[in-house]
């Protein structure tokens, strides 16, 4: 397919834009003029569609509630125990896997499940999370939680390497809650996160937090031929996945954006939200804000919970504010619906 200027537009939203103003000319719509802009427009050329990662399943998919109910008790389980906080178990793989990235685009990743990000875990404060972490890669991994834990379940420490074909289980309190991270933490460490080790572990408030339509979004990239520079750039792992299927939310019901930057070789990275701006909680870790803005920066490793609602119907386009970042595959579309009710 071509991907010309006025396709992109199209696929933003332009042309109820563009058709307006002919109408008001009342006649011919004009040609679009010949651009020397026309071939190197930005967008995506072709679709990457895939059984690795849907982006769109992975933005509300933690604790495996993508997965069918008979698959799903074979890698995750919940019991109650008697002070009414939760055991969570977790059946968790490394496995080497190439992925797609871009149309036509594959990568050479290390993953979790398969998958890159590797799947959401959340619980909630006070609940036993106990990982069976089974490395069935290549490389030796492990499982690094952020979070409170005894040094014996770091997944950092010298020996605690997870050799190919062994298995440890990971077990501890959630504690604090908030926006965390996990990810293999085996030398050298900027390659085994890189290739694709790592995911999002949210742990929630006991009372919980207002109710909201929620979103893990990490924001990743992908050095294709390993200078230790990216050539792509992506949230969830797909170049502009979301400029080809728009997140669609609801105007004037609150979002939350879980967002984690766990891009390597570029110190930070950021979100940029059109149109609007929104409150942040750094690492999630208090339930005040601590600003309101339209564009937030991370560092490597850095969170924070996300807070807004759409104030009117239509496309609101997000991406990193760093231009590149954003021509290499780091933007999306938010399609605001207005509902009755
Ligand atoms: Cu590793």
Redesign the pocket.
């Known amino acids: 397919m071509k991907f010309s200027r006025r396709t992109w537009l199209q696929s933003i939203g332009v042309t109820s834009l563009v058709g307006a103003a002919v109408s008001r000319l009342g006649g011919q719509a004009p040609q679009p003029l010949p651009s020397a802009h026309d071939n190197h427009s930005m967008g995506v050329i072709g679709r990457v569609v895939s059984d690795q990662l849907s982006p769109s399943k992975y933005l509300r998919a933690w604790n495996f509630a993508d997965v069918p109910p008979a698959e799903r008790s074979k890698v995750y389980r919940e019991t109650k125990r008697p002070d009414g906080t939760l055991l969570r178990e977790y059946e968790i793989y490394?496995v080497d896997r190439e992925i797609e990235i871009a149309p036509g685009m594959f990568f050479p990743a290390?993953t979790y499940n398969g998958q890159v990000p590797g799947p959401t875990i959340r619980a909630t404060e006070g609940d036993r999370v106990k990982v069976t972490f089974r490395n069935a890669?290549t490389?030796?991994?492990?499982m690094h939680f952020h979070g409170w834990h005894p040094p014996e379940m770091d997944g950092a420490l010298h020996g605690q390497e997870v050799h190919p074909g062994q298995t440890f289980v990971y077990e501890f309190d959630a504690d604090p809650f908030g926006l965390h991270l996990y990810h293999?933490?085996?030398v050298p460490l900027k390659?085994?996160?890189h290739?694709g080790?790592y995911g999002a572990f949210i742990i929630d408030p006991r009372a919980g937090r207002p109710p909201a339509d929620e979103f893990v979004m990490v924001m990743n990239a992908f050095d294709t031929n390993f200078d230790a520079e990216n050539e792509v750039y992506a949230v969830n792992t797909i170049a502009n996945a979301y400029m080809q299927e728009p997140i669609e939310v609801t105007v004037g019901r609150l979002v939350r954006i879980y967002l984690i930057n766990v891009t390597e070789f570029d110190l930070i990275n950021s979100l940029h939200l059109h149109g609007m701006f929104f409150d942040v909680f750094r690492t999630g870790t208090s339930l005040a804000p601590n600003e309101r803005t339209d564009t937030l920066m991370l560092c490597q490793g850095e969170r924070a919970i996300v807070e807004t609602t759409f104030r009117y119907p239509g496309d609101f386009m997000f991406h990193a504010h760093q231009s590149e970042f954003a021509e290499l595959g780091w933007m999306g579309l938010f399609r605001a619906v207005k509902r009755d009710s």
């Open positions: 490394a290390w890669g490389h030796p991994h492990t293999c933490h085996t390659r085994h996160i290739k080790l």
